[in-house]
C-alpha cells in the first residue's frame, strides 16, 4: 500500500460509538510540532492549598495534620495527582522510633496500612525537622467532590511529630496539590 495522504473531517466507528485505534502496538504515531492534541495527560485543573501554622499530634494512630483539598473530577476516568510537601518534624527522633506519614483520599488511607508512604529516620538525639515530600497519582473513578489530606503518626506518644513545626516552636510553610490529568 503506496503512502499518503487522508482529508476528513471526523473519524467516527461504524457504529458511532466504542474505541477508534490510530496505530498498532509497537508502532510510533508522531505529531509534528505545533499540534494540538486534546485528550487523554492533560491537565485539567489545578486545587491548592497551603498552611502556614505548625501541627503536632501524639497519636500513635494516623491523624490529620490538618492539610488538605478538595477536588471535583470532570470525569470518571480522570486521576488526580497529589503532591504534599512540608517540614517533617519529631520531638525526639533517635530515642522514640520512626513517624510515619502519608495521604488520605476521604477516609481511605493511599499508603501502607502501618508504615504510610514515608517513614523518617534521623540519626541524632533531640527534636527534628527535614523537608519531605509525598506524591501519588490516584483514580478516584467518581465525578463526586473528593478531599486528599495529609496524615501522621508517632511511633511514641510521649513524643509529638507534627509538620510545619521546629524544634524552637517556629511554623513553616506546607503545602498540598492537586492536579486532575485527563484518563
Do not use: C, R, W
Amino acid at each position: 500500500m503506496a503512502n499518503g495522504i487522508l482529508k476528513v473531517g471526523d473519524i467516527q466507528t461504524s457504529s458511532g460509538s466504542g474505541t477508534i485505534n490510530i496505530g498498532q502496538s509497537g508502532e510510533t504515531v508522531n505529531f509534528p510540532s505545533g499540534v494540538t492534541v486534546s485528550g487523554a495527560g492533560k491537565v485539567l485543573q489545578v486545587v491548592s492549598a497551603v498552611q502556614t501554622a505548625g501541627q503536632t499530634t501524639t497519636a500513635t494512630s494516623f491523624t490529620t495534620m490538618n492539610l488538605s483539598a478538595n477536588i471535583t473530577p470532570s470525569s470518571t476516568s480522570s486521576k488526580i495527582y497529589v503532591v504534599a510537601s512540608f517540614g517533617a518534624y519529631h520531638a525526639s527522633p533517635y530515642n522514640a522510633g520512626s513517624p510515619a506519614f502519608t495521604l488520605y483520599k476521604d477516609s481511605t488511607n493511599l499508603g501502607h496500612t502501618s508504615n504510610g508512604m514515608a517513614g523518617l529516620y534521623f540519626n541524632a538525639a533531640g527534636a527534628m525537622t527535614a523537608p519531605a515530600t509525598l506524591s501519588i497519582l490516584n483514580s478516584p473513578s467518581t465525578t463526586s467532590q473528593v478531599t486528599y489530606a495529609l496524615y501522621a503518626k508517632t511511633p511514641n506518644a510521649s513524643y509529638a511529630v507534627g509538620i510545619g513545626a521546629n524544634y524552637n516552636a517556629q511554623a513553616g510553610t506546607s503545602s498540598i496539590t492537586l492536579m486532575e490529568i485527563s484518563g
